[in-house]
C-alpha cells in the first residue's frame, strides 16, 4: 500500500470513525483502524460491534491494499505532524511508514483479515432530512435519554414517522423530551429505537448544514449515510413507553414566562440546592405559583435561596418540587422567548411547551414531594 494524502483532509476522517472504536475490549483489532484503498481513495473503518463508521476522502493512491492500525498511536501521530501532504505505506514486514517532511513513523499493524465486517443492512424505510435538522432535534431530546442499563429500551431515542412528521422522544422515568418536524416527501410510518450513544457521535459527526442525511432501518440495524460517511449501528430492540398516553392533556395552573428570566432564576437557585458542602445531598427546588408571579426557592442546612418572578398566570395557587437540573436542561435547548409550563397538582408531571399553536416540542417533567418544613 502507498498513498499520500492531505493531513487536513485524513484528520477530519479520523476525528469521524475513532467515534467507533470501543473505550474497552478484549479484542485489540477492534481498537484498530481499517484502512482500505481503492482507485483514489481512502476508506477508514472502526467497529465496536454495535457501532461501525465507515469514511471515505480523496487521496494519491500510487500502491492498493489494505491495513489495520492501532487507532490511538496512529490518530495522535497524524494530528501532530506537520500541515503538509502525508505519505503512508506499508513494507515487506508489515509496518505502516508514515512520512511528511522530515518525520518519519513506523508503527505495527494487524491483519486486515480479522477485522468484522460492518453489517451488510437491507434497508426496509428509510428518509431523507438537512444534517441541521436531525443535529438539532437530537440535541433537543438526547439529554432525556436514560443511563440506567437496567432499562435498556430507555437508553435510546425513539424514532417515529407517523403522518409524514418525525418525532424523536428520550425517556429517562424521570422526564421526557419530544420534538417534531415536517418532512419534506411522503414516508411510509415506522417507528424504531436508536441507542443514545450511537446518536451522540452521529451528532459530533454530522455538521450544522442544509445538506442532507438519509436514514434508513431495517429489522434490527440502522445506517446514517452522508456524501462520503456511514455509520451503521444496531437498533434497541423491547417496546418503547406510549409518551402519548402519559403526556397530560388537562392542567390546573399555567404560567406564561420569559424562558432566559426562569432560566437565570434557577441557575442562581441552584447554587443552593446542588451546594459543594453537602455533596451527597441533592435538594430539590421548590416553585410556589401566585397570582401573577412565581417564586422559586431551596432551603437547606447550607443556606437559603429566594427568587421571585413576576408572570402571567391562570388557574389554581400551587406548590411543587422539582429538580432545578430537569428544568435547566429543557430550558437551555429552547430558542423561544417565551414558554408556558402547565400542572396539574403537587404530584402531577409539569409540562414545558410552546407558546405556538403550532409548537414542535414538549417536555415533561415529573415533581419531587418536599419535605415538611
Given at each position: 500500500?502507498?498513498?499520500i494524502c492531505e493531513k487536513e483532509k485524513l484528520i477530519k476522517g479520523i476525528n469521524s470513525v475513532i467515534r467507533g472504536v470501543p473505550t474497552r475490549t478484549t479484542l485489540p483489532i477492534l481498537e484498530g483502524i481499517l484502512i482500505q484503498t481503492n482507485k483514489n481513495e481512502i476508506?477508514?473503518?472502526?467497529?465496536d460491534l454495535e457501532l461501525g463508521i465507515e469514511y471515505i476522502l480523496e487521496a494519491n493512491v500510487e500502491e492498493e491494499g489494505s491495513i489495520v492500525v492501532n487507532s490511538i498511536m496512529f490518530s495522535e501521530i497524524i494530528r501532530k505532524l506537520p500541515n503538509s501532504d502525508i505519505k503512508i505505506t506499508v513494507n515487506n514486514q508489515n509496518l505502516l511508514i508514515i512520512e511528511c517532511e522530515g518525520s518519519v513513523y513506523k508503527l505495527s499493524t494487524m491483519n486486515p483479515e480479522e477485522f468484522p465486517e460492518l453489517p451488510k443492512i437491507n434497508i426496509e424505510k428509510s428518509l431523507k432530512t438537512e444534517q441541521k435538522t436531525l443535529k438539532e432535534m437530537?440535541?433537543?431530546t438526547i439529554f432525556a435519554v436514560s443511563q440506567e442499563e437496567n432499562r435498556p429500551i430507555f437508553t435510546g431515542c425513539l424514532f417515529e414517522v407517523v403522518d409524514n412528521k418525525i418525532n424523536v422522544v428520550g425517556i429517562d422515568g424521570s422526564r421526557m423530551g419530544w420534538v417534531n418536524t415536517n418532512l419534506s416527501k411522503k414516508i411510509d410510518n415506522f417507528k424504531v429505537v436508536i441507542p443514545g450513544k450511537t446518536l451522540n457521535e452521529v451528532n459530533k459527526i454530522i455538521t450544522d448544514s442544509?445538506?442532507?442525511i438519509m436514514i434508513g432501518v431495517s429489522k434490527n440495524q440502522a445506517v446514517f449515510e452522508m456524501e462520503n460517511c456511514k455509520i451503521v449501528t444496531r437498533l434497541l430492540e423491547g417496546e418503547f413507553l406510549n409518551y402519548r398516553q402519559v403526556i397530560p392533556n388537562q392542567y390546573e395552573t399555567k404560567i406564561r414566562i420569559n424562558k432566559n428570566i426562569l432560566q437565570e432564576s434557577l441557575e442562581r437557585v441552584s447554587l443552593i440546592s446542588s451546594s459543594l458542602v453537602e455533596k451527597e445531598k441533592k435538594y430539590p427546588v421548590k416553585i410556589s405559583i401566585e397570582i401573577g408571579k412565581i417564586t422559586i426557592s431551596c432551603k437547606n442546612q447550607t443556606g437559603d435561596a429566594k427568587e421571585e418572578i413576576y408572570v402571567e398566570t391562570e388557574g389554581?395557587?400551587?406548590e411543587i418540587g422539582v429538580n432545578p437540573k430537569y428544568f435547566l436542561d429543557a430550558l437551555k435547548v429552547i430558542e423561544d422567548e417565551e414558554i408556558f409550563i402547565?400542572?396539574?397538582?403537587?404530584i402531577?408531571?409539569?409540562i414545558i411547551k410552546s407558546t405556538e399553536i403550532e409548537g414542535n416540542y414538549i417536555y415533561m417533567i415529573l415533581p419531587i414531594r418536599m419535605r415538611e418544613e
Amino acid at each position: 500500500m502507498k498513498i499520500i494524502c492531505e493531513k487536513e483532509k485524513l484528520i477530519k476522517g479520523i476525528n469521524s470513525v475513532i467515534r467507533g472504536v470501543p473505550t474497552r475490549t478484549t479484542l485489540p483489532i477492534l481498537e484498530g483502524i481499517l484502512i482500505q484503498t481503492n482507485k483514489n481513495e481512502i476508506k477508514l473503518t472502526t467497529y465496536d460491534l454495535e457501532l461501525g463508521i465507515e469514511y471515505i476522502l480523496e487521496a494519491n493512491v500510487e500502491e492498493e491494499g489494505s491495513i489495520v492500525v492501532n487507532s490511538i498511536m496512529f490518530s495522535e501521530i497524524i494530528r501532530k505532524l506537520p500541515n503538509s501532504d502525508i505519505k503512508i505505506t506499508v513494507n515487506n514486514q508489515n509496518l505502516l511508514i508514515i512520512e511528511c517532511e522530515g518525520s518519519v513513523y513506523k508503527l505495527s499493524t494487524m491483519n486486515p483479515e480479522e477485522f468484522p465486517e460492518l453489517p451488510k443492512i437491507n434497508i426496509e424505510k428509510s428518509l431523507k432530512t438537512e444534517q441541521k435538522t436531525l443535529k438539532e432535534m437530537i440535541r433537543k431530546t438526547i439529554f432525556a435519554v436514560s443511563q440506567e442499563e437496567n432499562r435498556p429500551i430507555f437508553t435510546g431515542c425513539l424514532f417515529e414517522v407517523v403522518d409524514n412528521k418525525i418525532n424523536v422522544v428520550g425517556i429517562d422515568g424521570s422526564r421526557m423530551g419530544w420534538v417534531n418536524t415536517n418532512l419534506s416527501k411522503k414516508i411510509d410510518n415506522f417507528k424504531v429505537v436508536i441507542p443514545g450513544k450511537t446518536l451522540n457521535e452521529v451528532n459530533k459527526i454530522i455538521t450544522d448544514s442544509y445538506e442532507n442525511i438519509m436514514i434508513g432501518v431495517s429489522k434490527n440495524q440502522a445506517v446514517f449515510e452522508m456524501e462520503n460517511c456511514k455509520i451503521v449501528t444496531r437498533l434497541l430492540e423491547g417496546e418503547f413507553l406510549n409518551y402519548r398516553q402519559v403526556i397530560p392533556n388537562q392542567y390546573e395552573t399555567k404560567i406564561r414566562i420569559n424562558k432566559n428570566i426562569l432560566q437565570e432564576s434557577l441557575e442562581r437557585v441552584s447554587l443552593i440546592s446542588s451546594s459543594l458542602v453537602e455533596k451527597e445531598k441533592k435538594y430539590p427546588v421548590k416553585i410556589s405559583i401566585e397570582i401573577g408571579k412565581i417564586t422559586i426557592s431551596c432551603k437547606n442546612q447550607t443556606g437559603d435561596a429566594k427568587e421571585e418572578i413576576y408572570v402571567e398566570t391562570e388557574g389554581k395557587n400551587l406548590e411543587i418540587g422539582v429538580n432545578p437540573k430537569y428544568f435547566l436542561d429543557a430550558l437551555k435547548v429552547i430558542e423561544d422567548e417565551e414558554i408556558f409550563i402547565e400542572f396539574g397538582n403537587s404530584i402531577s408531571p409539569c409540562i414545558i411547551k410552546s407558546t405556538e399553536i403550532e409548537g414542535n416540542y414538549i417536555y415533561m417533567i415529573l415533581p419531587i414531594r418536599m419535605r415538611e418544613e
